[in-house]
């Protein structure tokens, strides 16, 4: 049995073959310019380099019946990189929607695609695939960055960044500026960096460490964890609960509320701050003093902390409010 497997096996594999393609170019290309990379598959990663070029390195593996299949394929489909002024374009789209190209499983059709990307140290990215992910890290400038089948990712970028997946997580670390982000299918990962940050996801968890600067985040199915943000925080779960530990005193206003799970506050024993919290499935405790304002309630704490300050507004429908000094 062991036997006939193999050789089953082996025939499969070589009733298909594989063709693959490299393509590199080099641009002359200055701070300042766009580099807009606009392709049906294949993951794209982009960074920086310490010369005024932009150099383009694209890999495909094209899988088919036979090799004048992938050769038709490859011809049909080109890869156009082009030079206009100090913008460079690497596009790469079929014709028709109805043409089959698009065929991962079926018949043993398979396409992969990586393209590579470096850039002066000043420039504008513009990046979008429909099948793969994206990698972006060490740049000054705007980042717009859209995937309908993959992860995220981004280090180290200095200027507006708005990325959005349809199928995969979003992981962030050490950038500044105005951040939007969201994802229908994996986690969001914040650490370090500061600015505003705006994020929400349709299927998982929300993680956002040591950010400065205004915070918004959602999810519909997840926990929302929350380390050392300095700003104004909002969080949003549909589905899990919420742990937010603030080492610095409150300085502006919190907004954290769940339908699915408990919330977790943690403050400096010093912190001031005007507390409303509110559960309709379970108890509010507070290791700080509260005044009171209004009667005292099993499920409600409405009240000043050490004399008062920003506000801090907690619910959830679904467990218990904790505000506990660090």
């Known amino acids: 049995m062991k036997l006939t497997s193999i050789i089953l096996i082996l025939t499969c594999c070589a009733a298909f073959a594989v063709t693959e393609e490299n393509i590199s170019k080099n641009f002359k290309a200055a701070s300042g310019g766009t580099v807009i990379v606009d392709v049906d598959f294949g993951s794209i990663d982009v960074t920086t380099n310490a010369t005024d070029e932009v150099t383009v390195d694209v890999w495909r593996k094209i899988s088919r019946k036979n090799k004048t299949a992938e050769a038709d394929f490859l011809r049909a489909h080109p890869v156009k990189i082009v030079q206009d002024g100090n913008t460079v374009t690497v596009r790469c789209r079929h014709k028709q929607s109805n043409s089959g190209w698009f ?38 400038g705007e980042v717009k960055a859209v995937t309908s089948g993959g992860g995220l990712k981004f280090t180290r970028i200095h200027g507006p960044l708005n990325g959005n997946t349809s199928g995969g997580a979003i992981r962030i670390s050490d950038s500044e500026g105005e951040i939007k982000i969201g994802t229908s299918g994996g986690g969001i990962e914040v650490t370090g960096g500061s600015g505003l940050l705006k994020g929400h996801t349709s299927g998982g968890g929300v993680t956002v460490k040591t950010f400065s600067g205004p915070v918004s985040v959602s999810t519909s199915g997840g926990d929302i964890t929350i380390e050392n943000a300095t700003g104004k925080i909002e969080g949003n779960t549909s589905g899990g609960g919420i742990n937010a530990t603030l080492a610095s005193p409150i300085t502006d206003g919190i907004k954290l509320s769940t339908s699915g799970g408990g919330v977790t506050l943690k403050v400096p024993e010093g912190a001031a701050f005007n ?26 704490l409405k009240g000043s902390v050490n004399g008062g300050g920003p506000g801090v507004l907690l619910h959830t429908s679904g467990g218990g409010i904790h505000v506990k000094k660090l």
Do not use: H
């Open 103 to 140: 065929n991962w499983g079926g018949k043993g059709n398979r396409n992969e695609a990586k393209y590579t990307i470096r850039v002066p140290a000043q420039f504008t990215t513009k990046l979008n695939t429909a099948g793969g992910g994206i990698s972006v890290s060490d740049l000054t």
């Open 275 to 300: 507390l409303d919290a509110s559960t309709s499935g379970g108890s509010v405790t507070c290791d700080l003093p509260v005044t009171v304002q209004g009667k005292m309630e099993y499920n409600r």
